[in-house]
């Protein structure tokens, strides 16, 4: 009896682990060592998954004091969906870097209809050093056409 609650208790434990270790993987290739990038993904993860606090709390603190968040949340709030497809860092320096981006969106426009559009172009960063963050100061994105970006990139 005591030989079986030790090896189903050997098994239960090894499970634990090994589950615990496979979600572990799945979070870590999302996790990127480049904390500009973790910021821009972590600011598209949030506006997709409609937690515009946290998206929010992702831009300056400068910027915030133009913008409050219920007009951030307005901007965003008729997204139905969105994707960070590319992102690479195009300049960093100590106190300032420019992410590169395409960006995947489905929103609807004013009578209801869903559009679905790609836009390229670039988030500007700021190092706040009070904070020992980056945050995002400005996005300057265009929408594509057939695939081509005549703005910004």
């Not at 060592?33 to 600011?43: A, C, E, K, N, T």
């Amino acid at each position: 009896m005591k030989r079986s609650i030790v090896t189903l208790s050997l098994v239960l434990v090894a499970f634990i682990l090994v589950s615990s270790m496979a979600f572990c993987a799945e979070k870590e290739r999302y996790i990127t060592s480049d904390p500009v990038i973790s910021v821009v993904d972590g600011f598209f993860n949030a506006v997709a998954a409609k937690d515009f606090k946290t998206a929010y709390y992702l831009k300056s603190e400068c910027w915030r004091k133009w913008n409050d968040m219920e007009y951030f949340t307005r901007c965003w709030d008729n997204n139905n969906a969105i994707k960070l497809v590319d992102r690479f860092t195009y300049k960093s320096s100590e106190c300032k870097a420019v992410v590169k981006v395409r960006v995947y969106t489905e929103d609807y426009d004013c009578c209801g209809k869903l559009n679905k559009r790609y836009h390229s172009g670039q988030i500007y960063l700021v190092y706040e050093k009070c904070r020992r963050a980056w945050k995002i100061d400005k996005c300057a994105l265009t929408e594509e056409t057939n695939g081509v970006n005549f703005g910004v990139w």
